[in-house]
């Protein structure tokens, strides 16, 4: 019997799980340099703490590029360590769901009219015991759920870094090209005041002149708040304060490439890639196992096995002052009468079948969000280019001319010639296909990290200003 017991007791504890030496960061490492080449560290010593921040601190030594700032933020956002966190709470999880439950202990005694009865009962839920392998597999698919979730957290911050580091950038160009027409602005300014001290010009042109300059100037305020707020979006990313705000970013955004890459089954590389989906078929395989167990333990919830040993002293009455010693067993369990587990079992097939259909359905949102991201990332190439190679050429011809005619009005005829009025109009025009042109090429790097999220994590997200509302509100 107590070898019995000893091989029981070997083969629980052979099943208990162990902590990993990594967490399972080993895998959420490697996925997260599979899918963009960056490397993640859970920092949870002063040592690891220190060697994370001098990489940020070689990184921000000069300017940085999209992908130095991703690798900053992967280093230096305290939310993505949370997630992290959350990975090591779920590994937790695991590990007890693999141990075995522990023994009670009940004791009693009871005495009276010079007799004592004692009585020791050591308790297990057999049920428990029963249960383990399928609750420690349960367990095991939810801490593999936790490293693709940890792994999602990762990627999307790093989509999010790219998206808001291109804002930033293009924010703080399009304030560099209002400023400069500010300045042109303003020697106009004086060269009309100039002439009007020599007794030439009207008012109207002054007023003109003078109702442009508090427009560039209105124009160059919102530019600049909007150059603010991008900068510290991405600075929170970056997880950046003190001494670390001083750093720099490139003056303009990097141009378009040459041709743009054309796809290679891009519904089918989101299917086999997408993070997400991985995480919901984990979730389905985990619901599945738990309907098992729930219908394997549909008319029995409580079932327990107790060892008695009873000790009743000397009694004159009956024993002559010999004492008795008892041995037995107790098995205690609920009879199924009004619960029989069906409303259990219904709710856990139900739950199985919600988490069927939410990965068919983020199946097809997946591939909804793949050809949608391509097609944007194709869109607005071509419009970007368009706006290089057409717009603004001709728009430029056209304000060469105007300024030409203008500066020339005394020597050109007078159907030839340019007055303020057509000349600031021009200068407003030529301001909005500048900055629809930048706008353009910001949407297409925001499309560029668009499509990598939407093979990998989903969540698409397009530009909420394009080239035509940009223009729109430029030339009111």
Known sequence: MRRLAFLVLSALLAGCAQFSPDGGMDDVASGVRKEIGKDVVKISTDEQAARAREQVAALLAGPLSAEQAVQIALLNNRTLQAAYNDLGISEAAYVQASLPPNPGLSLLRVAGTGVANFE???IEDILNLITLPRRTAIAAERFGQARYRAIAATLRLAADTRRIYVRAIASRQQVGFLEQTRATADTAARLIAGIGEAGGGDQL????IA???AELGARVAQAKLRARQDHEALVRLLGLSG????????TELPPLPSSPESPVEIEVEAIKRRVDLEIARREVTALAKSLS???ATRYVSMLQLSGIFNNETANPLTNFDTPINRGGAQI????PIF???EARTRAARETYMRALNLLAGKAVDARSEARIAYESYRATYDIARSWRDQVLPLRQAVSKEIMLRYSNGVLV???MRVDLFKYLADARVRIAANAAALDARRDFLLAVADLQAALTIGGVSPSDSGPAAITSSAMQ
Not at 243 to 250: E, H, I, Q, R, S
Not at 332 to 335: E, G, K
């Open 120 to 122: 020791v009962r050591l």
């Open 293 to 295: 167990l729930t219908e």
């Open 211 to 213: 109702a442009f300059r």
């Open 205 to 208: 042109d002054h007023a003109e």
């Open 243 to 250: 001494a670390d705000l001083a750093f720099t970013l490139p």
């Open 339 to 341: 619960d029989t587990g």
């Open 413 to 415: 005829g007078e159907g």
């Open 332 to 335: 205690d369990l609920q009879i």
